[in-house]
C-alpha cells in the first residue's frame, strides 16, 4: 500500500530543493533520518550565503560603504526575521548566539552571575540535554547555588507533581526543554509557565528541537527566554537565537566584552550600547544569520503549521510500524510528541544497528543524545534514533523499518 | 551487504557476539579491572587468574557493541594459558590488526581468531569499540587499578 499524506505539503517538490538528498551512501539512495542532530540545507539557503559572499560581504554596522551598508541590512532583516516568525515584540529581544548552546551559556552567565545567589534554586528536568544542564552546574557550582530535577514518567512525560513540589521560595529559574530531543515529548510549556510565573518564576525555554518543527509564538507562550539554532532547521551551523524579553535583556549585564557591544570607551569604564547590540560582542555571523532568514523564508512558504502537521503523520506512520516489530523497544509515548524516535530493537546494539543501517544508506544517529540522565534513569548505555524533517517520506520510512528487520536477522539473537 | 561491511563483521564476530565466551565473573582471579568507553557506553569487566606469570585463566562480562563484545570474547580465549609476556606480544599485534597496520595475510597462522578483527581498521570510529577489552587486560596485567577508559 502506498501511504501518502492528507496533509497539504508537496514532499516531492521540496526534496528537489534539497540537493544533498540526491545521492547514493553505499550503493543506496541517501535516506536521512539524522535531522534532531542537524538538517539539511535548502538551494535557497545556500545561494543566500554564496549571494552574500559574491556580493555584499563587508562587516556589520559603522561602515560608511555601500557594501558595509547592504551588509548591515541583510543582517539587521535577519534579525526582524526571525523576532516575527517566533512572535517576539520587537527584533531588539533578538540575540544572534552560535547556537542554542551558546544562548543557554549566555543566560547563565549574563543573567544567572547576576541574579542567582547561594543558596537558590534552579529547577531543570532531567530529560535535558547537556546544553541545558551544564550552564546550570557551572553557574550553581560558582554560586553555591542547588539544581533541582523534574523526574520523567514512564510515557517519557514530566512530572507535575514532583515539579509542584519543586517549586519553592528560594526557586529563580525553571529551564526547560520545549520538544526532548530523545523521548520526541513536546512538554506542556503553557501549564509549566503559569505554574512558574504564579510564583513570579521566569521561565527559559530549550527550543532547539521546537523551533525548527512548531509554529512558536514567544509571546502566547509568555516565556521569559527562548533558545534555538540555525542549522537544526535548515539554516547554516553557527548561528542561533536568544529571544529573552526586552525588560530581561535591559536588566542584564554583558555576556563578552569587545567591539559592537560599547556605547563609549575610556581607560578605566565603558558604557554599554543599546539591547540586542549590548549582547553582541565581535563580528558576528553575518552571513549565518542571512542564511537563517533565508530559512525562515523558506520554511514560511512551505508553512509552520503544515510542516508540523506532516510531520505529525510521519511520525505516527513510523511508530505504527515500528512498535508492530518483535522485540521493538521505544523510548517515549507522550501524548503530544514530535518526530524523534529513540529505540531499541531485540539485542541489537545501536552502534551495531547505525552501522547495517549506514550500509543500507540510512543516517541515524546511536549513543546517549547528549542526554545521559536520561539513560541512567532508563540503565541503558544508548538508543538508536531516529528523526524526520519536512523532507522525509513514508516510502523512507518503510525502507528503514525494513532494513530494522533485515538488522535484526543479521545480528540474529 | 558491501565488502567493508562484510569484512567488519565475520561470522566468527557474530558468532562471539551471540554467544561470547568466558562470560560471567572469575572466582580467585587475581587481576580484576572496569573497561568503559565513555561515548558509547561500553562497560566490561576482565578477569584473570595468573599463577607464575601464566594466565591460567580468563573471563569478562558487561555490556556494549558486537565488536566490543566479540572482542573481549576472542581475547579471553586468545590469552588463556599464556605467559604475560606473549599475551602483551598478543596486545601489540591485536592492535597493529585493527589499526591496519598489521599484515594479516603474513601474520595469520600466529594471530588466528585475531585476523578476523581486520575489518574495523576500514572503520576508525569503531577501533576502540575492538580494542576495549584487551587495553582493560593490558592494564590489568601490569597493575593499573583505575578503571581503563579508551578516552584519552
Known amino acids: ?413 | 551487504m558491501n565488502p567493508e561491511f562484510k569484512e567488519l563483521y565475520q561470522d566468527i564476530i557474530l558468532d562471539h557476539n551471540r554467544s561470547p565466551r568466558n562470560y560471567g565473573k572469575l572466582e580467585g582471579a587475581t587481576h580484576v579491572l572496569d573497561g568503559r568507553n565513555p561515548l558509547c557506553g561500553d562497560h566490561y569487566t576482565i578477569y584473570l587468574k595468573v599463577e607464575n606469570g601464566i594466565i591460567i585463566d580468563a573471563h569478562f562480562e558487561g555490556s556494549g557493541c558486537a565488536i566490543s563484545k566479540a572482542s573481549a570474547s576472542v581475547m579471553t580465549t586468545s590469552v588463556k594459558g599464556k605467559r604475560i609476556e606473549e599475551a602483551d606480544q598478543l596486545f601489540k599485534v591485536f592492535h597493529e590488526i585493527v589499526t591496519g597496520e598489521a599484515d594479516i595475510e603474513e601474520t595469520f597462522d600466529s594471530v588466528g581468531k585475531l585476523a578476523a578483527f581486520g575489518g574495523v581498521a576500514d572503520f576508525p570510529v569503531r577501533v576502540k569499540c575492538a580494542s576495549l577489552a584487551w587495553h582493560t587486560m593490558h592494564n590489568a596485567l601490569h597493575g593499573e587499578t583505575n578503571s581503563t577508559t579508551t578516552e584519552e
Open chain 1, 1 to 413: 500500500m502506498v501511504h501518502s499524506a492528507t496533509t497539504h505539503l508537496d514532499v516531492e517538490a521540496i526534496r528537489t530543493d534539497f540537493p544533498i538528498l540526491h545521492q547514493k551512501v553505499n550503493d543506496h539512495p541517501l535516506v536521512y533520518l539524522d535531522n534532531a542532530a542537524t538538517t539539511q540545507k535548502p538551494q535557497a539557503v545556500i545561494d543566500a550565503i554564496s549571494a552574500y559572499y559574491q556580493n555584499d560581504n563587508a562587516n556589520v554596522h559603522r561602515a560608511i560603504h555601500k557594501l558595509g551598508e547592504r551588509a548591515t541590512i541583510g543582517y539587521e532583516s535577519a534579525r526582524k526575521k526571525v523576532a516575527q516568525f517566533i512572535g517576539a515584540a520587537s527584533e531588539r529581544e533578538i540575540i544572534f548566539t552560535r547556537g542554542t548552546t551558546e544562548a543557554i551559556n549566555l543566560v547563565a552567565a549574563s543573567w544567572g552571575r547576576k541574579f542567582i545567589s547561594a543558596g537558590d534554586e534552579i529547577i531543570l528536568s532531567e530529560m535535558e540535554h547537556h546544553s541545558n544542564i551544564i550552564p546550570w552546574q557551572l553557574l550553581a557550582q560558582e554560586k553555591g547555588a542547588t539544581l533541582k530535577y523534574i523526574p520523567f514518567t514512564e510515557e517519557g512525560t514530566l512530572d507535575f507533581t514532583q515539579f509542584e513540589l519543586l517549586l519553592g521560595k528560594r526557586t529563580k529559574l525553571v529551564a526547560i526543554t520545549h520538544m526532548s530531543n530523545v523521548f520526541g515529548t513536546i512538554n506542556p510549556i503553557k501549564r509549566i509557565i503559569s505554574m512558574a510565573h504564579d510564583r513570579s518564576i521566569p521561565v527559559l525555554l530549550d527550543g532547539a528541537q521546537s523551533a525548527p518543527h512548531l509554529p512558536i509564538d514567544v509571546q502566547h507562550l509568555d516565556c521569559d527566554f527562548y533558545a534555538f539554532s540555525g542549522h537544526k532547521m535548515a539554516a547554516p551551523t553557527g548561528i542561533g537565537v536568544l529571544y529573552a524579553k526586552r525588560a530581561r535583556l535591559e536588566n542584564m549585564n554583558p555576556y563578552q566584552g569587545g567591539g559592537e557591544m560599547i556605547n563609549s570607551v575610556w581607560h578605566d569604564r565603558a558604557t554599554w550600547n543599546e539591547i540586542p547590540h549590548k549582547f553582541e560582542a565581535g563580528t558576528p555571523n553575518i552571513a549565518g544569520a542571512i542564511g537563517l532568514g533565508a530559512a525562515i523564508d523558506y520554511l514560511q512558504s512551505v508553512g509552520m503549521e503544515n510542516i508540523a502537521l506532516y510531520e505529525q503523520e510521519l511520525t505516527t506512520y513510523a511508530l505504527d510500524k515500528m512498535m508492530a516489530l518483535p522485540g521493538m523497544k521505544v523510548y517515549g509515548h507522550a501524548p503530544e510528541r514530535g518526530g524523534a524516535i529513540s529505540f531499541n530493537l531485540g539485542n541489537v546494539h545501536p552502534h551495531d544497528m547505525a552501522q547495517f543501517l549506514d550500509q543500507q544508506g540510512i543516517a541515524v544517529r546511536a549513543g546517549h543524545h547528549c542526554a545521559q540522565l536520561i539513560m541512567q534513569k532508563l540503565d541503558i548505555a544508548a538508543t538508536t534514533r531516529a528523526s524526520f524533517y519536512l523532507y522525509n517520506t513514508f516510502d523512507e520510512i518503510d525502507y528503514f523499518v525494513e532494513q530494522l528487520k533485515k538488522a535484526q536477522s543479521f545480528f540474529d539473537f
